[in-house]
């Protein structure tokens, strides 16, 4: 018998007509949660690794070709961008020329099938409060939708459960907080529950390329699709050296157990071992999140584990109400779908270029990708254009939300190709044609403007 706690959240669930895989998968992880499972990795258990990189490897441009031919796109599109005080998907955020993420997305993938006559479909993973906007956005392209093919399917929901006693919460004030996505390792339990992943399969596809729609850089590349066709691998992600902006996120290791690679994540890391997680010298790669995972070996798996990939628990403490740290503290039940990583035999790493890692997280992000350091071309991939990435800290009182970050750049980002840095206290208003070099620090306790055509220099 199942405790009150699982008998509860399971009634709850399947009164919401929740997907029974992703029921199943849940009290899976609700009985881990019970007997004390925390996921955390502790760093005597773990050693570096070292990869091979994109740049190294020779891929012929037949064998590019005839992969990208076999190969699909899922981009992950359940997030409403709420750190930034948007209450729709963040993909429909404006990057460029009137252009959103959607928007450079859809023309990413529609110039690649012309450029290779494949059928590459687009495939987002919306949540039920992304898909009416994200769906509505992509109507106006009509060659999009692949034939047989959804556009969309949806990400699961779960309910959050009280700390003190694993019961799901109640939260009248707001029901909807009375639930949470599992995290984007719920991609695997949505892909078979939806039936997707037999579609793909059936229609002869025999990868596909995971990644997030807040990241440009992750384009579905012809080359990387061979690399990983070669391999034979049943699983690879993208990895990237980390930087001192990287040192709070997860990175790659191998466990000293089995060998097998792992991700070790922020909230998988014992306080004692923040060190360690910090060093880049020691941890040298982090996740792009960008996967290629094989479709067959996909099916295989979790045929063997019905339905349960079994991946590493996150026990992620909240609030029920994320505004109220005076509301109930909760547990949101989570898997990292990088860390399936460590489920297959055989997966493997590839180190690329930032190019392909350019998420938006923060306004701050945001300033760079709408600035000058990229390029956006025909093809609508980025080219970085700047020496390197500027620094881009933006004091969160004024800018943190993208309604006044807006209001504070009216006629456009400033030029940041020549910058190093750009760190602002206070509040700054800046006017066309702005230019930034080196490194630029500004700082006011009163509210300021940086006329038209001025340059900003460290000079």
């Not at 990208?68 to 899922?74: H, K, M």
């Not at 687009?122 to 093919?149: C, E, K």
């Not at 997280?361 to 991939?381: A, E």
Request: charged residues 25%; negative net charge.
């Amino acid at each position: 018998m199942g405790s009150p706690g699982l008998h509860a959240a399971r009634a709850k669930m399947e009164a919401e007509g929740v997907d029974p895989v992703a029921v199943d998968t849940f009290a899976h992880y609700f009985r881990l949660l019970e007997h004390g499972e925390t996921g955390m990795i502790p760093e005597s258990t773990i050693e570096p690794v070292d990869i091979e990189a994109l740049a190294d490897v020779e891929v012929s441009d037949e064998s590019a070709a005839a992969a990208i031919r076999t190969t699909a796109v899922i981009k992950l599109n359940g997030g409403l961008g709420t750190s930034m005080g948007m209450d729709r998907a963040k993909s429909l955020l404006c990057v460029r020329r009137g252009l959103n993420f959607l928007d450079i997305i859809a023309r990413q993938v529609l110039h690649l099938r012309q450029q290779y006559d494949a059928t590459l479909p687009l495939i987002f993973m919306n949540s039920f409060r992304t898909s009416g906007d994200t769906m509505a956005a992509l109507a106006r392209y009509d060659a999009l939708p692949v034939a047989g093919l959804p556009l969309e399917f949806l990400q699961n929901k779960e309910p959050k459960l009280l700390k003190k006693d694993l019961s799901p919460v109640s939260w009248p004030k707001d029901p909807d907080l009375e639930w949470c996505p599992p995290g984007h390792g719920d991609l695997y339990t949505a892909l078979r529950g939806t039936g997707l992943l037999d579609q793909l399969i059936a229609a002869g596809y025999e990868r596909v390329l995971v990644s997030n729609s807040d990241n440009l850089g992750a384009v579905p590349d012809a080359r990387v699709a061979g690399w990983f066709a070669s391999t034979g691998a049943p699983f690879a992600i993208e990895a990237v050296r980390r930087t001192p902006s990287d040192k709070k996120g997860g990175h790659f290791a191998r466990r000293k157990s089995d060998g097998r690679l792992v991700l070790r994540e922020t909230a998988q890391t014992l306080d004692e071992d923040k060190d360690a997680l910090a060093d880049l010298e020691r941890h040298r790669f982090c996740s792009t999140n960008n996967l290629w995972i094989d479709l067959a070996a996909l099916k295989t798996v979790l045929d063997q584990r019905d339905g349960i990939l079994g991946l590493p628990l996150i026990r992620n403490v909240k609030n029920v109400d994320p505004g109220d740290k005076t509301s109930p503290e909760v547990i949101q039940v989570e898997t990292a779908m990088g860390a399936a990583i460590e489920v297959f035999e055989g997966s493997t790493l590839i180190e690329v270029t930032r190019e392909r890692f350019v998420p938006v997280k923060t306004t701050n992000d945001l300033l760079v990708l709408r600035s000058d350091v990229y390029d956006i071309g025909q093809d609508f991939v980025l080219d970085q254009a700047a020496d390197e990435i500027p620094y881009v800290d933006l004091d969160t009182d004024h800018y943190k939300l993208v309604g006044e970050f807006d209001k504070r750049f009216p006629e456009g980002a400033p030029s940041l190709r020549k910058a190093t840095s750009l760190t602002v206290e206070g509040d700054w208003t800046f006017c066309r044609g702005v230019r930034v070099v080196g490194e630029v620090s500004l700082e006011s306790s009163s509210a300021q403007r940086v006329g038209a055509d001025t340059v900003l220099s460290d000079a």
